[in-house]
């Protein structure tokens, strides 16, 4: 069975980006035709300063976040990167194996590196090759992600490639990233040109998992939007960022199409369409989080799960890095 592998940092607490971006669709591939592979990846979280604390709470709300969406651990495996420690291995061997040119050219390193870029940790700018090894350690070739993540999925091929190419073998298979639906960016409410993103500065630029009805009514409200009412078609989205952002909310939301939404809010003001997202919102957002709440108040719960998850994981990937390290002609 072809497996899927896929992740979420614990850099901060979960955004409607990394539901409708990630989890949502996480589940939706549970119990079909592929074997699921969902991971808190904690080591991924560090590559920023985090304050210990705030990791263990944040990779806990993560995990709580896929069980509470419908991430059964019956069917997927599910566990916290950092627990299996072949990610790191084979993301050493990957570091051996990646060009520093390569690297150069991600754009969300020079994103987040900005103007900072002699300053910021060794571990962001490999951050793709862990990632490369993160799906490579299992096999897998479908990897659900976002539309920013497309990029270091890319990367992963090459990384692939060149293992097999240099080592004269047919081992690592070409992994294909799956991005598709209307909301595989979410964008920041007060910025419709940037994505919505955990660590941004302003709560007020994010809906969080956790958030409530009134919390969420209330960033909607605020949402930044020009003066224009909803155009007649979806073509009249085009140039208007913030407004196609909001109706590619509603739409995933409610698992219809732009042309849906559209359909039935031609010509609508701001002041009927946000009150109506809102309430779509809450009612997608409460169940979980009320859910999550539930799970986060029993963390040793959480960790068992995680920790059974990790053992399962460990048996499949144990074979491939030691074939890797064989190929490479270490010594074991
Ligand atoms: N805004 C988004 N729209 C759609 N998908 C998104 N994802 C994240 N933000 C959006 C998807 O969620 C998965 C997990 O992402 P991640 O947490 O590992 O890393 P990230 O993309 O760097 O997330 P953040 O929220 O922006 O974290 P910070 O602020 O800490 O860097 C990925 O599949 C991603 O595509």
Request: cysteine-free; proline content about 0%; hydrophobic content about 10%.
């Given at each position: 069975t072809p497996r899927v592998f896929s992740g979420i940092k614990p850099s901060g607490g979960l955004t409607l980006g990394n539901y409708l971006g990630a989890i949502k669709r996480f589940v939706d591939m549970q119990g079909g035709d592929f074997e699921t592979i969902y991971c808190v990846v904690d080591m991924h979280a560090v590559t920023v300063w985090q304050d210990p604390a705030d990791l263990r709470v944040a990779t806990r709300e993560v995990a709580a976040g896929y069980l509470a969406a419908g991430v059964d651990p019956e069917k997927s495996v599910l566990f916290n990167q950092s627990r299996v420690t072949g990610h790191a291995e084979l993301g050493w061997l990957f570091s051996c194996v990646a060009r520093v040119g390569w690297m150069n050219r991600m754009t969300q390193f020079k994103d987040k590196a900005g103007k900072n870029a002699e300053a910021v940790s060794l571990g962001l700018y490999a951050y793709p090759a862990l990632m490369a090894a993160d799906i490579l350690l299992y096999h897998a070739t479908h990897v659900p992600v976002g539309e920013d993540q497309k990029q270091h999925v890319e990367l992963t091929r090459d990384i692939a490639a060149k293992f097999n190419h240099d080592y004269k073998v047919d081992f690592f298979p070409q992994t294909n990233p799956v991005i598709e639906g209307p909301a595989m960016r979410v964008m920041n409410l007060r910025d419709g040109t940037k994505k919505m993103s955990?660590?941004?500065?302003?709560?007020?630029?994010r809906i969080n998992m956790l958030d409530d009805a009134d919390a969420i009514a209330k960033k909607f409200k605020k949402a930044r939007t020009d003066p224009a009412p909803l155009p007649e078609t979806v073509e009249g989205l085009a140039d208007r960022p913030e407004a196609r952002n909001l109706v590619n909310i509603y739409a995933a939301l409610a698992d219809i199409t732009n042309e849906a939404v559209i359909e039935e809010y031609a010509g609508a003001g701001w002041g009927r369409f946000k009150p109506a997202l809102a309430e779509l919102a809450v009612e997608n957002l409460a169940p979980i989080s009320s859910e999550m709440k539930r799970l986060m108040d029993d963390p040793a719960e959480i960790d068992r799960i995680m920790a059974r998850g990790a053992e399962r994981a460990r048996e499949i990937s144990d074979p491939i890095l030691a074939k890797a390290y064989d190929i490479m002609g270490f010594v074991r």
């Open positions: 955990k660590s941004g500065e302003s709560d007020m630029e």
